[in-house]
Nanobody
Framework: QVQLVESGGGHVQAGGSLRLSCAVS????????MGWFRQAPGEERETVAK???????TYANSVKGRFTFSQTTAKNTLYLQMNSLKPEDSAMYYC???????????????WGQGTQVTVSS
């Protein structure tokens, strides 16, 4: 069983920064993918940043140059550094993971409970 726990959300002014963390425990595949996603009320879930099983990191166009995905060498902690935050970044942020095999077909089957980010103008 895989568990993911996000932390680091909060309320900031536009232009501010936050660093989200995601602690991953339990079984971790030797090859896996990890990602950050967000969902605002009434909106569809959006992929913010993700790392595939080969280590490639991709970002949503809306966050490129402002957000940075990173993780510890042991792959048990995931981070999302968010700078120059905008009101439209307000959402519940989730981390997720799955095996490399599942990732290749677009499946992230294991999710955290989310952490709320609110950016005021």
């Amino acid at each position: 069983q895989v568990q993911l726990v996000e932390s680091g959300g909060g309320h900031v002014q536009a232009g501010g920064s936050l660093r989200l963390s995601c602690a991953v425990s339990g079984y971790i595949w030797s090859t896996n993918c990890m990602g950050w996603f967000r969902q605002a009320p009434g909106e569809e879930r959006e992929t913010v940043a993700k790392r595939d099983s080969e280590g490639n990191i991709t970002y949503a166009n809306s966050v490129k140059g402002r957000f940075t995905f990173s993780q510890t060498t042991a792959k048990n902690t995931l981070y999302l550094q968010m700078n120059s935050l905008k009101p439209e970044d307000s959402a519940m942020y989730y981390c997720a993971t799955d095996s490399g095999q599942s990732c290749k077909i677009g499946i992230f089957g294991y999710w955290g409970q989310g952490t709320q980010v609110t950016v005021s103008s």
